[in-house]
């Protein structure tokens, strides 16, 4: 049975946040979907990821492509990920049911701090997923360093 855990971002933007929780999972030998809500961002997204430094290179795709079931990391729309994950990463609200966090090791759910709709969305998701029964710890980084401030 996985966790949700979620991530309060007040001090690093998503871009910046993203890679190193990507990196974590990885290293756990986890494949990642990262799901979001519209194209252009995850476009945008792709972009983000692919010029970062070379020294820390993600590996990654977005869906539609013909190698989806490959890649270690897979952007995506859709709530069926072909990549076969064992992290499910949720961004600008995109949703996540509760049957994926007990299917998944992990889930997690990022949202900007600064945006008062996405915070309010993050906050109905934890009572949504809690209220089912799952696992969940909320992270904030307002201090400077990740804290974690609940756990269900």
Not at 56 to 79: E, M, R, Y
Request: glycine share 10%; charged share 25%.
């Amino acid at each position: 049975m996985g966790e949700a855990f979620f991530y309060h971002l007040t001090r690093r933007p998503l871009e910046a946040v993203l890679p190193d929780l990507l990196e974590k999972s990885l290293a756990r030998g986890w494949r990642v979907s990262v799901r979001g809500t519209q194209a252009q961002r995850m476009d945008w997204l792709d972009q983000k990821l692919w010029l970062g430094p070379e020294e820390g290179f993600l590996p990654h795709g977005l869906a539609g492509g013909p190698h989806d079931a490959d890649q270690p990391v897979l952007l995506t729309l859709d709530a069926k990920s072909a990549n076969g994950p064992g992290c499910l990463m949720c961004i600008d609200g995109a949703e996540v049911a509760p049957e994926e966090v007990t299917a998944l090791d992990r889930v997690c759910v990022l949202f900007d701090g600064h945006d008062g709709a996405a915070l309010q969305r993050a906050r109905d998701q934890w009572r949504s997923l809690t209220g089912a029964g799952c696992k969940a710890q909320y992270w904030s980084e307002e201090s400077g360093r990740w804290e974690k401030k609940a756990e269900s």
